[in-house]
């Protein structure tokens, strides 16, 4: 008798037979993403992200496999979400391909993924104001240029002054302003570039020669100059010497005082200067006032100053102000130690090559001698509105240099530089001081301004 089929067998003996196997032929699918996806690498060195999957009801993939040609593949493994991988040798664009395979032998379609390997630094190059030797403002233009030849491209550049300190890294172009870090002489400024593949360029530099200009003209409404001169600074004794001809204990007591750079009026302000900014004329009809419009602006209060600067920085963008009286002091003195700026003259016998003394009005600005700062006019001519309140002496001064405010506001307000009326040499002095009230005009008041860089 020959053999029964199992299936028969089963049926006799009350077995019911089992559903058969669907068959699983869908192949799987995937994914591979190189270092999160980033254009470019400077190492060969990568992380594969993996992704897989096989629909329901399949088998489940099993395996994976990787070819840098499509080609030749390594040999099937076990599945990672991730994977170090190298790329082959040679910058370029390199694709790394995968394929998946799933229990029942099903292979994925082939996934694949490229980036650029790029392991040559990128090169560039730096010109300091076009490459001119020297320059007279702290503010320069730098030229840019940069090449990275076939590689991921310059993406970033950044400088430093001394190549220990670096600016945070910006966006690169072709010209971009820089503040030189350093004092007056030779400045370096460094750049560094980087590329997309985080490949770092060498440091290239330019310098230039920092001559602080001396000079600077601001060009007011209509075109009206206004000469301001660089005051360096420095550190000065500021009040009375012990024993000074014709001064008051209001001078007292000298101190020391240590200043930073500013920029002065050449001049006091003329009315030409004061009508060009404000619609204005205070001194007009007004007796012992000359009406040469290249003569001190006069019969302007502290108040009225106030609104002449406002309105001279709106149209300048600059910030104008009073001087302190410190700064006006160490700016008359001009590094002198004397009674006046060409010395201690007990005679008066010099004054009248420098100062207007002894006159009817205040007269044409820029006529006599200057001071070794190149200002004129610091003493005599007319009196100078400083920016401080008034104080009966130096006890409690500022050593700054800032004027010494009160708060609230005092009642009378600083005043320097002597004026022109007969007997009033003594007042030319660099040290001495007087004061009048903030509202108060008089043909003897006018001012000379300053910025701060």
């Known amino acids: ?42 190492t060969p060195n ?12 399949g088998s489940g993939v099993s395996r994976m496999r990787f070819s840098d040609d499509g080609a030749h593949w390594t040999a099937w493994e076990p599945l990672a979400a991730t994977r170090t991988y190298t790329l082959p040798s040679g910058d370029g664009h390199k694709t790394v391909r995968v394929q998946y395979l799933d229990k029942s032998n099903n292979r994925s379609a082939v996934y694949s993924d490229y980036i650029l390997l790029d392991t040559t630094p990128p090169t560039g190059g730096i010109l300091i104001n076009g490459g001119t030797a020297v320059t007279g403002s ?4 730098l030229g840019l240029t940069w090449s990275d030849g076939s590689g991921a491209g310059v993406s970033r550049v950044r400088f430093s002054d001394d190549g220990s300190h670096w ?13 030189l870090a350093g004092p007056a002489g030779y400045n370096t400024v460094r750049a560094q570039y980087l590329d997309g593949a985080g490949n770092y360029s060498a440091v290239c530099s330019d310098y230039i020669k920092f001559v602080p200009a001396t000079e600077e003209t601001v060009l007011l409404p209509g075109d009206v100059p206004l000469v301001m001169v660089w005051i360096p600074g420095g550190a000065f004794m500021m009040g009375r010497y012990s024993g000074e001809q014709g001064s008051y204990s209001s001078e007292d007591p000298q101190h020391l005082v240590t200043l930073g750079g500013y920029w002065m009026a050449k001049y006091e302000l003329t009315k030409r200067q004061w009508t060009a900014v404000m619609p204005t004329a205070p001194w007009t009809g007004m007796p012992y006032v000359l009406a040469d419009p290249d003569s001190p602006a006069v019969c302007v209060s502290w108040n009225d100053a106030q609104s002449f600067l406002t309105a001279m920085n709106s149209y300048t963008g600059k910030t104008f102000r009073l001087p302190s009286e410190a700064q006006w002091e160490y700016a008359c003195r001009a590094g002198t130690t004397t009674r006046f700026y060409w010395g ?19 007269q044409v600005v820029g006529q006599k001698l200057p001071n070794a700062f190149g200002l004129y006019d610091m003493s005599g001519n007319v009196l100078e509105l400083c920016e401080d309140d008034s104080h009966d002496d130096y006890t409690g001064a500022t050593a700054g240099g800032q004027a010494w405010v009160d708060s ?20 030319c002095r660099s040290a001495a001081r007087c004061h009048y009230k903030p509202d108060i005009s008089d043909v003897v008041i006018g001012l000379r301004v300053v910025r701060t860089p």
Not at 46 to 57: C, M, N, P, Y
Not at 408 to 419: A, D, T
Request: hydrophobic residues 40%; charged residues 10%.
């Open 46 to 57: 990568v992380t594969l992200l993996l992704t897989w999957a096989d629909d329901a009801g």
């Open 167 to 179: 600016t945070a890294w910006s966006l690169p172009q072709a010209t971009c302003p820089h503040t």
């Open 344 to 362: 201690d003259d007990p005679g008066y016998t010099a004054i009248g090559d420098y100062a207007w003394y002894d006159e009817a009005y205040a």
């Open 138 to 141: 702290d503010t320069v233009v």
């Open 408 to 427: 609230p506001r005092g009642s009378y307000r600083l005043m320097r530089g002597g004026f022109f009326y007969t007997g009033a040499a003594f007042l």
């Open 1 to 42: 008798m020959g053999f029964m089929p199992v299936a028969l067998c089963l049926a006799l003996a009350g077995f019911t037979q089992p559903a058969a196997y669907a068959a699983d032929t869908t192949p799987p699918t995937g994914t591979v993403v190189i270092n999160n996806n980033r254009s470019a690498t400077n």
